[in-house]
Each structure stands twice: as C-alpha cells, then as structure tokens.
C-alpha cells in the first residue's frame, strides 16, 4: 500500500510532464559538433567535442555521440556521453523538462530516453535521480531505478511551488 501512495504521489508530480510541443517528434533532427567520423556502410557514425542534437524543442548536448541507423529511418539510436550529457525539452504550456546522466540513450521509434550514471530528471522545482531513469517522451511515463547497492537509492523531490 505504502508504494502505491509513492508511486501515485510520483505520477502526480509528474504529471506536468505533459505533452512535448506538439510538432517535436515530426520534425527533423539535426546534429552539430566539431568533428564527426563513421561508416555509411554500417550506417553508423560518431560526433565528437560539442555535440548538439535537435528536434523542435527537444535538445541534447554531450561530449560523444554515437548515432545507429542500421534499423532504417526513423529507428535510429542516439547514445550521448559526457560528464554529464544533458537534455531539455519545452513541453507545452512553456513548462521545459532537463535531465542529465553520464550516458543518454534516445531511441527514435520508441521515443525513449534511458539515462544511465548520475541520471537527474527535473521540471518545475520537482526532481527524480537514480542510477537508472528510463522516460517514455510520447506516454510521460517514468520508471527510476538505484544502483542496488543500499548507500544510492532513488530519490524523489517534490516541489512546493505555487502551495500557499
């Protein structure tokens, strides 16, 4: 019972998570860095040092990043890496969502992230982190995990904003 009222109380601060600006998912993504290399054979390539993706309003910014296209369009994955690579997102009502984590992974066609190491996902004063936090970007589902050792736990803040 008492991890239902947690994970209700997590769903319910959350729940501003709304929905992405509604043109995010339908536009195109770009890729910026200072250098790049691959494979179009495998279809796989890196950028490397300043690296910025964008979609609509979705941003990522990492050290590395590894992009595999060999599902096809719109199956890609991006695995961003740095210390730490961060994502931000405008959700409507102009509310943005930021995360970091030593590795984000953005799977295209499922329009996931899954943060790994230091992952920290926050919007509006409320806060999650864990050693694991997986975020569904189209459901706004969250699922945050430890790193099973008892000295790191997930932890949630909920914010007081707005409560008089």
Do not use: H, W
């Not at 998570?17 to 509604?22: D, N």
């Not at 979609?55 to 590395?64: P, R, V, Y």
């Not at 996931?112 to 864990?130: D, I, K, W, Y």
């Amino acid at each position: 019972m008492k991890s239902n009222i947690i994970l209700l109380s997590v769903l319910i601060t959350f729940s501003g998570f709304c929905l992405a600006g509604p043109d995010d998912f339908k536009k195109e993504i770009q890729v910026g860095s200072d250098r790049q290399f691959g494979s179009i054979k495998d279809k796989v390539m890196t950028f490397v040092d300043n690296v910025k993706v964008q979609q609509g309003s979705l941003l990522i910014e990492a050290d590395k990043l590894e992009v595999i296209a060999s599902a096809g369009k719109g199956k890609e994955v991006f695995i961003a890496s740095g210390q730490p690579a961060k994502y931000s997102q405008m959700l409507d009502g102009d509310k943005p969502i930021k995360a970091s984590a030593n590795e984000i992974r953005y799977d295209v066609a499922n329009g996931t992230l899954v943060l790994t190491g230091g992952a920290e996902l926050s919007q509006n004063g409320s806060m999650v982190q864990g050693a694991v936090i997986k975020y569904n970007l189209e459901k706004q589902e969250l699922e945050a995990e430890s790193d099973g050792k008892k000295t790191e736990r997930v932890t949630t803040v909920f914010s007081q904003e707005g409560k008089e």
